[in-house]
Every structure is written in structure tokens, then in C-alpha cells.
């Protein structure tokens, strides 16, 4: 969900005429299909995070382990493929920190100062190595994409990865640098790496839409009969197996049915994303605004008490509170808000880095 991860490549300030022009290097087309999917999943983020608290109605604890089995996943998956071109070279690694690490360090302190102002007197406590709330996945994403060049030098990369997953809940973990996480969803940023535009353009076609459809239908329908009985907290891909009640043999069997049920999930939503430029394409460049600053809306009507409201706890209750957050996370991608928050979310910290970047 970085700003730019495809960004389209602005004319360089000064150039003038058909030399400088040409003596630019070529710009980078973004693909309205990533953007597509991008801007979807994080409407999936959005609402999950608004609807949370509504959980005790069987039909939103239902939707809400069906999307979490493959929301992220899909991010991840598609960072992943966005990610293939990236090396260890200065400017890389500059573009990385900026992009990533920054807002990292300044949304972690800043939710922390938020949980901090509302605990009725706790001390505060900032640590950027154990991130808070929705901070995990920048964190996760900075370290994934330092990994990647591993990844595309050894052999059986994927099967390295699903053997890493698997090993890591068999222990309890550091939750530091947010270690559960980053080893358990691992194998689908691996997965993206390993995509070729080849490999998406099955998913375009009106058949595979179909199918996508049928897939997520499917599961919507098995999350509300057969997964009523599941413990909610094996799809934060946060405890060891001993913490949910298994042994490492079952806990083994079921991480690697989830492995396959998510990665069948994102290839089906993919399936259904558009292809072509839509009213939202454009949107999906901004997710990384709508991810870091949702979260504070949504602890705020936590703080007061928002989620008290009895008529809530409905089906309706719920599908309204979804489809605000809908809203407000379209809202939240649009320019108006980039612009104002751009300093935040992006700030100029050329004077972290010594020498100049070659891009």
C-alpha cells in the first residue's frame, strides 16, 4: 500500500521542449487493474475495521472471517508482484525508507500518543520495534521487501516460505518487529514475487469472473454454517497453536488449509476485479492514506462509545456502519485529502540520506 509503488513518472521540473523531453527517461504506466484491486481490498480493510466491534450478530462474525481469510492476503500478494524489481541499491533502499519506514515511525508514535491521551492515565510508551494496532503492516512490508532479493536467488522459494509459515506457530514468538505476522502471511508476498503479468491475464477473462464470484459466494457461505464453530483468532496469523487450543500436528494441518483456502480466496477476488479504468482507479494509487488514518476514525467511536448504540447490533445496524465506512475510505484515497496530509504521510526527509539519489 506504499504511495507510489507504481508510480507514473512525472516530467522532470525544467525541462523544456522536445530535447529535454526526449532525454527523459520513459514513464512508468500504472496498471488500472492493481490500482482496481488496491482501492477494493482496502474498502474490505475499512469497513472490517468499523464493523469489528458488531461481531456478537452471527452475520457480520461471519462476513468478517471470510474477509479477514483474504484481505490482507490480497495486499500482500499484489505488493509482492509490485515488488519484483526491487534490488538493495541506494536509491532503492532510499525510496523504501521514505516510502515506508517514515510513516511508519511517525503513525506508530502517533497512535501511541492517541491510546496514550484516552487510557486514563497509563504511562506512555512508544516502541517502534512492537507496533501497535494497524502499524504491523508497514512494518511487515518494510522487512518483506528488504528479504526480497533472497527470495529471488534461492531455489523453491515458495516451499522455503509455506515451511517458515508453518515452523513459526509452533513456538511462541517475540511479538517485536512484529515476528507472528511477518512469518506467517510471508508466503503470499513470496507468491507475488514469483507472478507474472501472464499469470493475471487468466483472471480477466468473463469465465474467471464467474468463477471468482462463485468461489467467494461459496466461502461466504461456508463462514456462516461451518465456520460459526472456528476460533476468530487463527485469522490474525498472531498465536501459536498452543494458544488456540491445538496440538502443532492439528495446528500444522489447519495453518496449511488456510494457506490454501486464502491463496484460492485472492485469485477469486481477483478474478472479479475490473480490468479496465473505472471510477475508482485513480483511488487506488492513495490506499496508504486511507489504511493510516482510518484507524484513528474508528478508535474514536470506540473512545466514545459509539459502538454501544443497541440498534447497531443488527444486520442493518451493521450493513449501515459498513457502508459509511465504504464512504469514508473512498474519501479518505481522494486528492483533496492527499494534498492536505501529503506532509504527513510523505515528508521530505532528504536530509536523512547523505549524497544524492541517481533517480
Known sequence: MAASEV?????PAGSKGPAAAAAAPPAKVRDPYFDNAKFLAIVLVVVFHAVESLRDV????AAYVFVYL???PVFIVVTGYLSRGFTRSRDRTRKLVVQLLVPYAIFETLYSLYFWAVSGGKPLEISLQRS????????????WRLSTPLWQRIRWPLGVAVGVCLLAFMTDLPRDLTLPRLLGLLPFYVLGLMLRPEHFE???RPAARAAGALVLAAAFAGALTVGRGWTIDLIFWNDPHHALGMSNVTGTVVRTAMLLAATVLVFAFLAVVPARRTWFTGLGAATLYAYLFHGFIVQVLRTVDFYEIERLHTVTGAAAVGAAAA???TVLCTRPVVRATRRLVE???NWLFSGRANS
Not at 7 to 11: C, E, K, T
Not at 58 to 61: G, L, M
Not at 132 to 143: K, P
Open 70 to 72: 483474504f484481505h490482507m
Open 132 to 143: 501497535s494496532y494497524l502499524m504491523w503492516f508497514l512494518l511487515a512490508l518494510f522487512l
Open 7 to 11: 508510480a507514473v513518472a512525472a516530467r
Open 327 to 329: 464512504v469514508m475510505a
Open 347 to 349: 515528508p521530505d526527509v
Open 58 to 61: 452471527p452475520a457480520v462474525r
Open 202 to 204: 487468466p483472471l480477466k
